[in-house]
């Protein structure tokens, strides 16, 4: 019996970690190839909310270079999952929750990039910007990974996804902005 009970949990680890891996990939061919129809999303979105529009977001080569980055990080997280998922009794399940937070914190990553592009931010500007809002987005994050879980649910949740993406990113940016604005009144700056 210890024999089959081992098969049956590798099989459970092996088929989420496929899973995380599909929505990695399945997030970066969709970002890929509907880039024109999200750009458009971002563009209106950051019209509705007002004040200074970005002057462009990512082109078409920084597209498909995102969508490699995106898999690679895909699979790494799948890889992350299996090796959890090996653990004697709580591996399943903690295999099962790691692989959802990760890939929820890289789709959230992934689908603010065009609005953090568009404004010229660094990667360690981006990653403060992150870490004073860790619960938001991994929220937003996590959510979206759970509804692209859903059979037929990523084709309806993208577009959503990308307006999402958008307010959130642009809302992390305002509070930064906010809270240096406090902070430089203050004199504590």
């Known amino acids: 019996?210890?024999?089959?009970?081992l098969r049956g949990a590798i099989s459970v680890v092996v088929f989420i970690a496929a899973l995380a891996l599909a929505g990695a990939v399945f997030t970066a061919l969709a970002l890929t190839i509907g880039d024109p129809f999200y750009q458009r999303i971002w563009?209106?979105?950051e019209r509705d909310l007002g004040g200074e529009l970005p002057a462009s977001g990512s082109g078409f080569w920084s597209t498909i270079g995102e969508?490699?980055?995106?898999?690679g990080l895909g699979i790494l997280v799948a890889l992350v999952v299996l090796l959890v998922g090996v653990i004697p009794v709580i591996g399943g399940a903690l295999g099962a929750v790691l692989g959802v937070v990760l890939g929820g914190r890289v789709l959230a990553r992934e689908l603010t990039g065009r609005a953090f592009d568009a404004r010229n931010l660094a990667p360690d500007q981006r990653a403060r910007l992150y870490a004073g809002s860790r619960a938001r987005v991994l929220g937003f994050g996590v959510a979206?990974?759970?509804?692209?879980?859903?059979?037929?649910?990523?084709?309806?949740?993208?577009?959503?996804?990308?307006a999402g993406s958008t307010m959130l990113a642009r809302s992390l940016v305002e509070r930064a902005s906010d809270t240096a604005l406090r902070a430089q009144s203050d004199g504590t700056v």
């Open 1 to 5: 019996p210890w024999r089959e009970l």
């Open 43 to 45: 563009r209106t979105v």
């Open 67 to 71: 969508g490699i980055r995106l898999i």
């Open 144 to 162: 979206t990974q759970l509804c692209f879980l859903i059979p037929l649910g990523a084709i309806a949740t993208m577009p959503a996804a990308a």
